[in-house]
């Protein structure tokens, strides 16, 4: 009987630990997020827009989860939901008259869920582009976004550009 009281004792004071360790300032995660991950979320939101220098349109599908959910809102406050309004987008961009000249990511923060099938980020952005041989920018914006992992890749569900002041 005493051994079963001590036992019965072991076992709850190492679930109080488990439980108890979950309750800091980075939450407990079933899943670790991997270096792996990063990298692979990291280089989806790069291609994201380094698909546009050589119009590599399935390059930038690789990188949306384009389905009826999937939500663009632009700093002009142009709002695209779903693959029709994206279409219509893409053809902007297919326009001889569209040249994208570079970009920089500047401040990247990536954070995940405690699922790890789930990540989100924002940093500053610089968008360097020329529409009919005039600049057409988006300088000093914010861009946030939210990707999700689907069958092993990792796709943007939803990204919000905004200028900053």
Request: charged content about 25%; aromatic content about 12%.
């Amino acid at each position: 009987m005493k051994t079963i009281k001590i036992l019965t004792a072991l076992i709850a004071s190492v679930l109080v630990m488990i439980i108890g360790s979950c309750n800091n300032e980075d939450g407990c995660y079933s899943v670790i997020p991997s270096e792996d991950d990063f990298n692979n979320v990291e280089q989806t939101i790069r291609n994201n827009l380094g698909w546009a220098k050589d119009k590599d349109f399935d390059l930038l599908r690789s990188t949306i989860q384009l389905d009826s959910s999937y939500l663009v809102v632009n700093p002009t406050d142009r709002v695209a939901i779903g693959e029709e309004d994206f279409s219509e987008t893409e053809e902007f961009f297919k326009s001889p008259d569209f040249h994208a000249v570079g970009f920089e990511i500047t401040d990247l923060h990536i954070n995940f869920s405690k699922g790890g099938d789930v990540a989100w980020f924002y940093c500053h952005l610089n968008d360097f582009n020329t529409w009919k041989g005039q600049p057409a920018n988006w300088e000093n914006a914010r861009w946030t976004g939210v990707l999700e992992k689907t069958n092993g890749h990792w796709r943007i569900r939803q990204q919000h550009f905004s200028y900053s002041k």
